[in-house]
């Protein structure tokens, strides 16, 4: 068994942390952030950062070796046999036989060296015999009684706030401009001087060191490294669905104030989120993953090397997933410190939202500081600013935020967070398990957005404004928010002093740990493999790796989908619609109808662009669909493909358009068993976080609208007479849909909705339908599953009314076949059997 020190090792019992001030320290430290390279707004970090970076790009665990040398030359007795008695070792007696002597060099003149030579000191890539001034000295700090790893986290709130939301008038005289302050040392309002200076001197230490040497260190012991990124895109992901565990997931179920879930998956309602300053997106990977086609998310990052890589969501579908680069759309720059890109942002998530705002932001900014790591908080602080201001624009009241912070000692970074405090319910300030121990990232996260914050989100505006005009010059704001008015709310200067000097504490072991780890290569962690399991189990995520998909053929995937469903259903044509078969409708409030535009096809998703039709005659005829769209893999969908026509005349535009008939399975969910409204529903849901507004290139996607077959002259109200580009015909009959497209109708599908032997009937007494079963006589008004007819039942009983030559439909048109039905013909009959 090692001792403690000579390999594995094993921390004491839990102690109780203290002060920074009561450790004595020495130390010092480099900056431990994860910023990425120059200009990107996501969360990606430098190669000499001390977090390492998010992207799997994990390093090996060093292969080295260090030589002991327990060797010390004693007095060698001259003589003979009780000479080598004395020896201690077989190198000693070696050498004395070869003649060796205390204070003589070995050679015939003893000339050669005196000294044994020492054991190797390498360490790393550092050549031989160099030493790092200023890191290889002992550090003052016991880093070994730092506190069991667990996977257990608690929350610490922000006291309520009390006081009201500033106002513009109050805040008009906040906004304080000075010299730009390119120091930190002296920012000792919000934390003990002593630990301030201390883990500023922590981010000194490492700039001398190797980054490879530094990160193989840290790798080694974090008992937290081996959670790393799971099978998602990077350790983002796993951040994010630490962080939404802990939180109760208020991110991905959020709840009413009784605890009830808001939005279910049975919802009409999608789950909308934004994602901002995070690319290349492994936090809307993990919420797309745990809702999947529940969601729909925006994102706006900075454009280039470290945009969103949604090409590598491996976990989620990406086409839930929509960027917007601001002003510009998607040929934005996505930088969120241009005023024109928060606010085309703020409008464009508002014309998705149907005004309201996504229910949760989610923001991980970060750039490169190197060489300028104990200054991140200042400059970064237009990016924290803007983060922020970007939240209180795009957050629905109610709704969250969540946002990644560094140091947070200036009143300029607290004054922001003062600002948060008074605009949302409750305030954390909060660093999870995941985020490396010796970095100062910390996520600010924010609950329940209050109404009324209008003014101060016009105030950031104005202070971001101001930050740019600034820019070039020696000027800078230096307060959002007065120090006297901080604190003048003693309980938020108090966590927030509290705060700062908890976390200052931790990191220096961390960093102190590190230390040790570089100067011991033994050294090593030996909880990770177990915390890691004891992590994904307690959040709910599968320990698999990441494997990129496999492609499968269209064929392949529609029998994987459909479960050994007898093939034959998916050939059935409808039945035609004429006097004779008119009866087979027994009850009119059974059905439903839908105008149709083209032939019926059946449609498969393999993701992305990857989509085949089928027409139901022969399975293996599965054609690739020559239109411009993205759907999510594993979907499987009823469809036509319809001309939909804008305007008239010359002026008219024509586009292909996707219109859903029914849904089988969306995006692995199969929904076949579900009623046929439910289904419609489901679809309209699923098209609404598929549907991409800043794409006018791409083919829309739409749900056939539905009506009930009593309603049907509702249908016949939305017909008109339009002049059809490039039609010999002249005018020709249209139909208007919900979104003022019209095309040329062929028929109507109807539908019947419930299963033999149940049927739909209206209760005069009670002016209410109800359900009644006609081989047992029982009714009820609640919906027996058994009465729902599954996806098979709906299709091979469909009836379809063919609007050909003959067939009146429209008061202009005046040939009518009498052996075919009229308009008049089919409302009469509805009328007769709708009660």
């Known amino acids: 068994m090692k001792r403690r020190g000579e390999g594995e090792f094993s921390s004491p019992q839990k102690k109780q942390k203290k002060r920074a001030a009561e450790l004595g320290l020495t130390l010092s430290s480099t900056s431990d952030e994860e910023p990425p390279p120059f200009g990107n707004h996501g969360p990606q970090e430098s190669s000499t950062s001390l977090s390492g970076s998010d992207s799997e790009n994990e390093e090996k665990r060093p292969v080295s070796s260090s030589f002991s040398n327990d060797f010390k030359a004693d007095s060698l007795v001259e003589g003979t046999s009780s000479r080598y008695s004395m020896y201690n070792s077989v190198s000693q007696k070696m050498m004395a036989k070869m003649g060796f002597r205390e204070g003589e060099g070995l050679g015939k003149h003893s000339q050669g060296r005196k000294d044994i030579v020492e054991a190797s000191n390498q360490k790393g890539r550092r050549g031989l015999g160099l030493t790092l001034k200023g890191f290889d000295q002992e550090l003052n700090v016991d880093w070994r009684d730092e506190p069991e790893p667990s996977i257990s986290e608690q929350v610490s709130w922000f006291p309520e706030c009390t006081t009201e939301i500033p106002n513009t008038q109050e805040m008009r005289e906040w906004m304080t401009v000075g010299k730009r302050k390119m120091v930190i040392e002296d920012e000792t309002e919000f934390c003990g001087e002593e630990l301030l200076h201390s883990v500023l001197q922590c981010k000194s230490v490492f700039d001398v060191l190797d980054g490879e040497e530094m990160r193989r260190a840290r790798t080694r012991s974090n008992p937290y490294e081996m959670i790393r990124g799971v099978f998602f895109l990077n350790r983002a992901a796993m951040k994010m669905a630490n962080i939404d565990f802990v939180f109760d997931r208020m991110f991905t179920n959020p709840k009413d104030s009784l605890g009830n879930s808001l939005l279910k998956d049975r919802s009409p309602e999608l789950l909308y989120f934004a994602d901002v300053c995070a690319g290349p997106g492994g936090f809307s990977e993990y919420v797309l993953w745990r809702k999947k086609w529940h969601a729909k998310g925006f994102g706006m990052t900075l454009k280039g090397p470290n945009d969103f890589k949604l090409e590598d969501f491996y976990a989620a579908s990406s086409e839930l997933f929509e960027p917007y680069y601001g002003d510009g759309g998607i040929d934005g720059d996505g930088d969120v410190t241009r005023p024109g890109n928060i606010t085309a942002f703020r409008n464009f998530i508002l014309d998705n939202t149907d005004r309201k705002g996504v229910h949760f932001m ?147 072991k961390a960093l102190a740990k590190i230390h040790a780890f570089v100067q011991d290569s033994t050294l090593s962690e030996p909880r990770q493999a177990d915390i890691r399991k004891g992590c ?121 358009a996707i219109h859903i008939l029914d849904a089988l399975v969306l995006n692995g969910s199969d929904i076949r068993e579900q009623h046929f409204i439910h289904r419609i529903q489901l679809a309209e849901k699923f098209v609404k976080a598929v549907s991409k507004s800043s794409r006018p290139d791409m083919n829309p996607i739409r749900v056939k609208e539905m009506y009930r077959l009593e309603d049907m002259e509702r249908i016949f109200d939305r017909l008109e007479l339009k002049v059809i580009k490039g039609s010999h015909q002249g005018l020709r009959l249209s139909y208007t849909g919900r979104d003022d497209r019209h095309f040329v109708p062929t028929g109507l599908y109807i539908v019947r909705t419930m299963n033999d032997p149940w049927t739909m009937a209206f209760s005069k007494t009670n002016k209410k339908k109800f359900f009644f079963n006609k081989t047992t006589g029982f009714s009820t008004y609640e919906l027996p599953l058994d009465a729902i007819a599954p996806f098979h039942i709906c299709y091979y009983g469909r009836l379809f009314w063919e609007w050909g030559d003959g067939v009146r439909v429209h008061n202009s048109q005046k040939c009518q076949d009498p052996e075919k039905l009229s308009k008049e013909d089919i409302l009469s009959f509805i009328q007769a059997h709708s009660v």
């Open 362 to 508: 989610m923001a991980d900014g970060g750039f490169s500081v190197e060489k300028q790591e104990n200054l991140q908080e200042i400059l970064s602080k237009q990016l924290l600013l803007c983060q922020f201001l970007t939240g209180l624009s795009v957050i629905r009241t109610g709704g969250h935020f969540i946002c990644k912070t560094f140091d947070l000692f200036t009143p300029f970074s607290v004054g922001l967070i003062y600002l948060l405090y008074t605009c949302f319910e409750r305030v954390s300030l909060f660093k999870p398990v995941t985020s490396r121990p010796a970095n100062s990232e910390r996520y600010v996260v924010c609950k329940s957005l209050k109404s009324g914050i209008d003014d101060v989100r016009e105030y950031l505006f104005e202070v971001n404004c101001k930050l740019n005009q600034l820019r070039k010059s020696d000027l800078d704001v230096n307060l959002v928010v007065p120090l006297e008015v901080i604190k003048g709310d003693p309980e938020f200067t108090d966590y927030m002093i509290r705060s700062n000097e908890s976390h200052c504490s931790s990191q220096i």
């Open 536 to 656: 994904l189990r307690l959040w709910g995520i599968p320990d698999q790796a990441r494997v990129a998909l496999s492609s499968s053929d269209p064929k392949s995937k529609f029998f994987e989908l459909i479960k050994g469903t007898d093939i034959d259903i998916f050939s059935y044509k409808p039945t035609p619609l004429n006097s004779k078969t008119l009866d087979k409708i027994r009850s009119v409030l059974d059905y439903r109808c839908m105008v149709s535009g083209n032939e019926q096809k059946f449609l498969i998703g393999l993701g992305k662009s990857q989509i085949y039709t089928w027409d139901g005659r022969q399975s293996d005829r599965w054609t690739k669909l020559d239109l411009k769209t993205e759907l999510p893999r594993d979907t499987l969908l009823s469809v036509e493909i319809v001309h939909e026509l804008k305007g008239e005349g010359k002026a008219q535009r024509k586009i292909s």
